[in-house]
């Protein structure tokens, strides 16, 4: 059973920094596609940013492009969010995801229904 764990959400003022980071079991990690997603409160979820397991580019959501960074370390199984100059409007529970694996793209996928496994959730939240 594939297990994602988020960490490193609290309240921070806007202008601070925060890592995210999301520990994976229970699947072949360097073969994932994974991502963040975010989900404000009243609103959808959100695309934030992906990262592949073969050439290991990366694809950042415009909204937090030049502020935030997706980066992954296979030999911990473990995928980063880098968060900087965080805004009110980045408050929102982060959440991880990761593909079915094994499968190449065209595009970087950045639905939610592309995604397979999820992981709980940590909160973000940005005052002002």
């Known amino acids: 059973q594939v297990q994602l764990v988020e960490s490193g959400g609290g309240l921070v003022q806007a202008g601070d920094s925060l890592r995210l980071s999301c520990a994976a079991s229970?699947?072949?990690?360097?073969?994932?596609?994974m991502a963040w997603f975010r989900q404000a409160p009243g609103k959808e979820r959100e695309f934030v940013a992906a990262?592949?397991?073969?050439?290991?580019?990366?694809y950042t959501a415009d909204s937090v492009k030049g502020r935030f960074t997706i980066s992954r370390d296979n030999a911990k199984n473990t995928v980063y969010l880098q968060m900087n100059s965080l805004k009110p409007e980045d408050t929102a529970v982060y959440y991880c995801?990761?593909?079915?694996?094994?499968?190449?793209?065209?595009?970087?996928?950045?639905?939610?229904?592309?995604?397979?496994?999820w992981g709980q959730g940590t909160q973000v939240t940005v005052s002002s």
């Open positions: 995801a990761a593909d079915r694996g094994g499968v190449s793209y065209v595009y970087i996928p950045n639905r939610g229904s592309e995604y397979n496994s």
């Open positions: 229970g699947l072949t990690f360097s073969r994932h596609v």
């Open positions: 990262i592949r397991w073969r050439t290991i580019n990366t």
